[in-house]
């Protein structure tokens, strides 16, 4: 039984808004993100942005899904081999470091979710790779959202991408509805078949997070029931977008003067 929500006109306004706020959170903190710098320092700088400044709220904060301890943090910040979901703390970065950092902020009810990859200093070849690709990935599925496409073709043209670079595709986290739900149906998987699973109808919000190893596909969940690493010590990268499905095809909810602009390959397509 499936029910993925059509949202209103009204529903699409909030999530414009929460979009954009959990971008310009990313926007903000984009400068202190160097070395020297605690993971946890940056959760603080991050909560206070929008508590004090946006009037938002970070959703990750006591977060507690189903056979899980509440998230205690107000951001996740997932360095080098952590797939998702790391804890922010008294890690402190160091140069050639890669941290994705992903926010989830709520205005007015509505989520706002959204991560991108930063670099400590110069990264390797290798870092520098494996965040391109991954945010390329994204923007593949990105541009396969359109009504009458299937949630399928998003997570093919994912797969196809990273395991032709000779990366691995994460299985057991995905993208999923959004709304006045953090984590609502559909999910929406990084793997898959083109022209499977649902089809997309004008009004679906939903993320699209690949998250991208470096190695193998396989995961570790960390004794503190939260972080997540490759299992064989591979680096991981991932990027997030929240997006609608329009009339005509797409609208990326979580844009922001600072969000970087689509791929080279995006805009190949497109013309
Ligand atoms: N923001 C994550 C996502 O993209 C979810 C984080 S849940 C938390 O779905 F509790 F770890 F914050
Ligand atoms: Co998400
Ligand atoms: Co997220």
């Known amino acids: 039984m499936s029910s993925i929500t059509i949202k209103t006109d009204d529903d699409?306004?909030?999530m414009r808004i929460a979009?954009?706020?959990g971008s310009e959170v990313l926007d903000y903190i984009t400068p202190f993100v160097t070395a020297g710098i605690t993971t946890g320092e940056l959760d603080r700088l991050c909560h206070e942005y929008m508590i004090n400044i946006q009037g938002t709220?970070?959703?990750?904060?006591?977060?507690?899904?189903p056979g899980y301890t509440p998230f205690p943090k107000a951001i996740c910040t997932s360095v080098n081999d952590v797939v998702c979901h790391g804890i922010p703390g008294d890690k402190m970065l160091k140069n050639g470091d890669v941290v994705n950092l992903d926010i989830t902020v709520i205005k007015d009810g509505y989520h706002g979710d959204t991560s991108r990859m930063f670099f400590i200093g110069e990264p390797s070849i290798m870092a520098r790779r494996l965040s391109t690709i991954t945010f390329e990935c994204m923007w593949l599925g990105i541009s396969k959202v359109r009504p009458g496409g299937y949630l399928?073709?998003?997570g093919h043209v994912i797969q196809q991408y990273a395991e032709k670079a000779g990366y691995s595709v994460v299985r057991e986290?995905?993208?999923h509805g959004i709304g006045k739900i953090f984590h609502e149906e559909p999910q929406i998987l990084h793997y898959g078949r083109q022209g499977t699973l649902?089809?997309?109808?004008?009004?679906?919000?939903?993320?699209?997070?690949?998250?991208?190893?470096?190695?193998?596909?396989?995961i570790r969940e960390m004794p503190d029931g939260w972080t997540i690493k490759t299992?064989?010590?591979?680096?991981?990268?991932?990027w997030e977008h929240t997006v609608l499905v329009t009339d005509t095809g797409y609208e990326v909810l979580t844009m922001s003067a600072g969000a970087p602009p689509p791929p080279e390959l995006i805009k190949a397509n497109a013309a």
């Open 173 to 175: 986290f995905c993208g």
């Open 57 to 65: 709220i970070p959703a990750p904060l006591n977060y507690c899904p």
């Open 152 to 154: 399928g073709d998003i």
């Open 19 to 21: 979009g954009r706020l």
């Open 231 to 238: 299992r064989d010590r591979s680096l991981s990268a991932q």
């Open 12 to 14: 699409i306004k909030g």
């Open 198 to 218: 649902a089809e997309m109808k004008p009004g679906m919000i939903f993320t699209i997070e690949p998250m991208i190893n470096a190695g193998r596909k396989e």
